[in-house]
């Protein structure tokens, strides 16, 4: 199995998300957000091309606003097709546009989108990604997978002998939860 831990460690992208952000908890819906679409614009690329890209997709999308993007229409819809900074991929962009409407319906229903998720969590990855299919649009199983890894919800995002993970299991430990050990 190939880790994260072995080729992260001082790369000059992979480094600061894998030291800083994989794995951690989220609760803000705009980073949750973020995260999801972040996922999806991975679908069939590398990570590596979509941390690249990460700045310019937020500036793109109004620093994943899920108000703002679900707002958008045609004249969006063109401006992100034409913006050679992003990934430019149709299908991705109208399911970030659209699974920012979902999210906001969640978010009314449950408060945000982060309390949804906890309302379904703990639960098998199997669970997840049928949960989300029925939810979201281009979230296959590879997507809904490394998402709940990203915030923390699914094990395996480090080795267990990782700095980073050490640190997790430390902060899960204080917050009283049950950390995704690798």
């Given at each position: ?23 951690f908890p ?61 990934i430019r ?94």
């Amino acid at each position: 199995m190939s880790w994260y831990c072995d080729i992260a460690p001082g790369h000059p992208y992979h480094g600061p998300y894998h030291d800083q952000e994989y794995g951690f908890p989220l609760t803000d819906d705009r980073d949750l957000f973020e995260r999801l679409c972040l996922e999806i614009f991975q679908a069939g690329l590398s990570w590596l091309i979509v941390l690249k890209k990460r700045e310019a997709l937020r500036a793109a999308f109004d620093g994943f606003d899920p108000a703002k993007v679900a707002a958008y229409g045609d004249s969006e819809i063109e401006r992100l097709l034409a913006d050679a900074a992003i990934i430019r991929n149709r299908r991705k962009i109208l399911a970030v546009i659209g699974n920012a409407g979902r999210l906001l319906q969640l978010a009314a229903g449950y408060g945000s989108f982060a309390a949804w998720l906890e309302a379904h969590h703990p639960r098998p990855k199997d669970d997840w990604v049928k949960l989300f299919r029925r939810t979201f649009a281009f979230t296959g199983g590879e997507v809904v997978n490394e998402f709940l890894m990203s915030i923390g919800y699914l094990p395996g995002t480090h080795r267990p002998d990782c700095p980073v993970q050490l640190r997790l299991d430390a902060l899960f430990q204080r917050s009283g939860g049950a950390s995704p050990s690798g």
